[in-house]
Each structure stands twice: as C-alpha cells, then as structure tokens.
C-alpha cells in the first residue's frame, strides 16, 4: 500500500450562520483509527467532507498524503444497472479485479438492479466499491447503517485488514463499533 498521512490542524466549520465546531486538530500515521463521535448535526458529515477535500475550512488546514476513498449515504453506483454491471465499471476503472469480494454475499444480487437493492445490500455493494478502489485512506460516515451482525462484524475485520495493511481510517458512526486502539474525537469538545 503506498505511504499515507492524514492531518488537519485548527479546523474550524462553518455551516449557514453556524459555527459547528472550532479549533480540531488531528493526526494520523499508517495503520491509525480515528472514531468521529457526536449528536445529530455537530458536524461529523461536514469533517469527513473537509478531510476528503469537498469542503472548504472555515479556518484551520488538511494535509493529505495518499489516496482517499470515501464511504457515505450516496451510492455511487448507477441505480438503473444490475449491481455486478455497475460494480464491474468501477473495478475496471479502479484496475481492481472484477467481481465482488465472496464475504459480502453479493453473489447472488449481480443480476439484481441497484435500485432494488435493500439497504443493507446497498451498503454491501458500497462497500465492495470502496475496497476495489484500494485507497490508503477510508473515510467512513454511518458505515454500519443497516447492517445485519454478521456484516458489522465484516465491516470491523475488513478495518482490522485494512490497518495492518498500512492503511487509515476515519469513522463517523452512532453504533458501537469494535475496533482495537483507535483514537477518539468527540465533537461536543470543539462545538463553536
Ligand atoms: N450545505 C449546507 N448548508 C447549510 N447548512 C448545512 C449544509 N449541509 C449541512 N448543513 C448543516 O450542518 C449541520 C451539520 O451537518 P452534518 O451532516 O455535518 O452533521 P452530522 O453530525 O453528520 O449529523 P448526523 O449525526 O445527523 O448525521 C446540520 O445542522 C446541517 O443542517
């Protein structure tokens, strides 16, 4: 995996006329967890989209060394073609072998159109997008949304995998998630 950093010092988040959170800092090597911790709207949404580069700081910096892929609500696969053709799209642009990893239990959905999917399988399939893109960096908002047991615990062995591999991790998630030694942010701390 190529070498990869991720960094921000002193950020401060601005949404309309609300300030959601000031002064955040944070720093993480290969093979570092952070879990993003907070109510409802204190912004853990908008720090992943400004660690991920989509929204601009209202102060403070990121600095970001290595690829990035992100996971959230929006499925970007096309909703009108069967999930095996419209995941076979990103995997060839992504260079990734085609065809969804056998512990996700896609198997037998490649024929279904993505639009049919449930939510649990549409989070399976978005996970098996954020694989093949074989990005150092994950950022992961509500990973765990609609996952039945057997995939949550998919979910945290694929993070496991994933860090040992050299890789880093960003979670935003209201559920228990269990991982070892990662490093906390609660929002509530830097609420502006
Ligand atoms: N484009 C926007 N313009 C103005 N306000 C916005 C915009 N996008 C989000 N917000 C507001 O920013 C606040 C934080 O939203 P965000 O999605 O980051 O919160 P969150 O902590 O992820 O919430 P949740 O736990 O509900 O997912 C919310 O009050 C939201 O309404």
């Not at 720093?27 to 991920?52: H, I």
């Not at 959230?72 to 260079?95: K, S, V, Y």
């Not at 998630?177 to 609420?191: H, S, W």
């Amino acid at each position: 995996m190529e070498p990869c950093r991720l960094s921000a010092s002193d950020l401060a988040c601005r949404r309309g006329e609300r300030l959601l959170f000031v002064g955040l800092s944070l720093d993480l090597s290969p093979g570092e967890a952070l879990e993003v911790r907070g109510a409802n709207g204190t912004g853990k949404t908008s720090l992943l989209r400004m660690l991920a580069g989509l929204l601009r700081p209202y102060n403070g910096s990121v600095e970001r060394k290595g690829d990035m892929a992100m996971l959230d609500q929006n499925l970007a696969l096309d909703e009108h073609q069967p999930l095996g053709r419209a995941l076979a799209f990103w995997q060839r642009l992504d260079g990734a072998p085609v065809g969804p990893s056998p512990d996700l239990g896609l198997d037998t959905l490649l024929d279904v159109p993505v639009r049919y999917l449930s939510t649990g399988q549409r989070k399976r399939a978005a996970i098996a997008r954020l694989m093949s893109q074989r990005a150092p960096i994950w950022l992961l908002d509500e990973p765990l949304n609609g996952l039945d047991r057997d995939a949550v615990a998919l979910v945290e062995a694929l993070i496991g995998d994933h860090r040992a591999g050299g890789g880093i991790v960003v979670i935003a998630s209201h559920q228990p998630i269990a991982l070892r030694e990662t490093q906390k942010l609660d929002l509530a701390e830097f609420a502006g």
